[in-house]
């Protein structure tokens, strides 16, 4: 990879992809303090997904139920395709088979969003360019030299929008920037590895073993997952790979399912293993999209100590006060 040059910038700069959010100072995804670059669209559907704002490939509007003011129609007058209407909660909300027509929502400011004053409508997703992004992340930069990071980039899942994450992760080796990225894995081989080619550190999630219940959990199966991070264990040796496992009651917390997962990871190496215990923070979206959301109970201290036990037999495990900044 052509790394720290110097050089004019280059195509990959005017690359443009769609990006929910960037979130700057993050210590749990990656070594160090991380920028994260959340990428929109996900070929995943998990039932427990936590950032429901990212699965959909478009730009899309979403309610923030507490800022709605009662009695007030200022956005739904200003909506041209008459895609806002209230809610049996009484908020606001979108009808997304309306609204996918409005053409400024990919430039972050339409009509509704501009028309609402209590800022009760987030326009999740606008579409954005490389050097732009990168210069943005730059300005983290003297954290990272103190304290080490880097650019992390995550979704929905990055290698989704290909041209775009590579170009990302270009810029970012051409202006000496760390590199990491979180994958479902769920991506064309050829792309994961260009992208494994790209990266300084990798966060791979693995989610169950068992490929019919991974597809019912997720909607897609497990073979090109597992493959995928087999190839990139033989392949980049010396790229630390950090596993990630939700735990998810009633669907993967139980020995069995983390001894099922184990055994694909014992005869790996530089692979660390993390098991993250199920929230609930991203059901407050699904009520702003106007969509329902699964709820699952969350695994107390000691299901997560049990289960971690069970992974330690597989591969080293870190838990999640562990990682706060730390490295494989
Ligand atoms: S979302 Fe904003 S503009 Fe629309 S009804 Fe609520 S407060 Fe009014
Ligand atoms: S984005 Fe456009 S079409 Fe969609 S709700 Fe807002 S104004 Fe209406």
Redesign the pocket.
């Known amino acids: 990879m052509e790394r720290c040059t110097m050089s004019p910038a280059r195509a990959e700069n005017d690359v443009t992809g769609v990006v929910t959010n960037i979130q700057h100072f993050s210590v749990h995804d990656g070594p160090g303090i991380r920028t994260l670059v959340f990428l929109k669209g996900c070929p995943l559907r998990c039932l427990w997904c936590g950032n429901p704002e990212t699965q959909a490939f478009r730009p899309e509007?979403g309610s923030v139920a507490e800022r709605c003011r009662p009695g007030c129609s200022a956005?739904r007058e200003?909506?041209?395709?008459?895609?806002?209407a209230r809610g049996t909660s009484g908020v606001m909300l979108?009808d997304t088979s309306?609204?996918r027509?409005?053409a400024?929502?990919s430039e972050g400011r339409?009509?509704?969003?501009a028309a609402c004053t209590a800022g009760a409508?987030r326009?999740y997703g606008t579409r954005r360019g490389a050097g732009e992004i990168l210069d943005e992340v730059e300005q983290d930069i003297v954290f990272y030299r103190h304290e080490g990071g880097g650019m992390t980039l995550s979704g929905g899942e990055a290698l989704a929008q290909p041209e775009f994450a590579l170009a990302l992760l270009r810029e970012a080796g051409r202006r000496c920037i760390h590199t990491a990225l979180e994958t479902c894995g769920f991506v064309p081989s050829e792309t994961f590895l260009t992208a494994c080619s790209l990266l300084d550190y990798l966060l791979f999630d693995l989610k169950l073993a068992d490929e019919e219940l991974h597809e019912r959990a997720t909607g897609v199966g497990n073979a090109r997952i597992l493959e995928n991070l087999r190839l990139a264990r033989a392949a980049f040796p010396h790229l630390p790979i950090r596993v990630r496992t939700p735990v998810i009651p009633g669907v993967n917390a139980s020995r069995a399912a983390v001894r099922a997962l184990g055994e694909h990871l014992m005869d790996m190496r530089n692979i660390s293993w993390e098991l993250l215990p199920y929230h609930a923070y991203g059901n407050a979206k699904y009520a702003g999209l106007g969509r329902r959301c699964r709820e699952y109970a969350v695994p107390d201290g000691e299901c997560m100590k049990e289960l971690e036990e069970t992974a330690r037999h597989f591969a080293r495990v870190v838990s999640a006060e562990e990682h706060a900044g730390s490295c494989l």
Not at 78 to 84: D, E, F, I, V, Y
Request: some cysteine; aromatic content about 4%.
């Open positions: 509007i956005c200003a909506c041209p395709a008459g895609a806002l979108p309306f609204c027509e409005c400024p929502l339409p009509p509704c969003a409508l326009v």
